[in-house]
């Protein structure tokens, strides 16, 4: 199956470290994207991993890739108010052309 | 342009008629893509182009959907019969294969209301 599944919600303070998680059924993932939607606006693509990679760090954001538990998280580091957004993973299957399969959606809010 | 622009923003059409949206890609971009979000359904694929051809149209829902490219570049999207369950925002993304990281960039997005 090609389900990505992420939680609905994250409410973190400002200055604090937020983790964003998201799981994946097809193992036959080549690489995983994160992306960045504002309130009226198109998907920003923030950074991706490829699939025999399991860490990757980019600034603030760190991403982490469990192939066993298919397990992927986007950790964001000293959250800021203009973090705040809906986060959404993303899998490129072997084989399955070039389209991506998203993931539900992650509010993230950020508080002062 | 520097980025992936879509045409019209926001359209509002009555039921039964004909829609066109446009999607300019990057510059160089050989791969286009349409997705559509909606509140009940999330982002879904629609359609994939490789230049002007289409390999993949598994994601379109209906034949009432068409889409089509020319020169390698302009993309339109077709809904005809409008019917109040395409409500959505059709997004337009691109990408190249020559970083070989498939990364695909969107535009902002086209808002369609059908009355």
């Known amino acids: 199956g090609e389900d990505v599944e992420q939680s609905l919600f994250l409410s973190v303070r400002e200055g604090d470290s937020s983790v964003i998680n998201c799981t994946y059924t097809?193992?036959?993932?080549?690489?995983l994207y994160w992306y960045k939607q504002e309130p009226g606006a198109g998907l920003q693509l923030l950074t991706y991993i490829f699939s025999n990679m399991d860490m990757k760090q980019d600034q603030r954001l760190t991403v982490l890739l469990n192939k066993k538990d298919k397990h992927l998280s986007l950790r964001i580091a000293d959250t800021q108010t203009g973090d705040s957004a809906i986060y959404f993973c993303a899998e490129r299957l072997t084989g399955g052309g070039n389209k991506l399969t998203f993931g539900t959606g992650t509010q993230l809010k950020v508080e002062l | 342009g520097a980025g992936v622009s879509q045409s019209p923003s926001n359209k509002v059409t009555e039921k039964g008629k004909d829609v066109e949206l446009r999607c300019d890609p990057i510059?160089?971009?050989?791969?286009l893509y349409w997705y559509r979000q909606s509140l009940g359904q999330g982002l879904e694929f629609l359609i994939y182009f490789q230049g002007n051809s289409a390999p993949d149209k598994s994601g379109l829902p209906s034949d009432r959907f068409s889409a089509e490219r020319t020169g390698g570049s302009v993309s339109t999207l077709t809904i005809q019969r409008t019917q109040q369950e395409d409500s959505a925002v059709y997004l337009c993304a691109s990408s190249t294969t020559r970083t070989g990281n498939y990364e695909q960039y969107f535009g902002p997005g086209t808002r369609l209301t059908v009355t």
């Open positions: 097809d193992s036959s993932s080549t690489y």
């Open positions: 510059s160089g971009h050989t791969a």
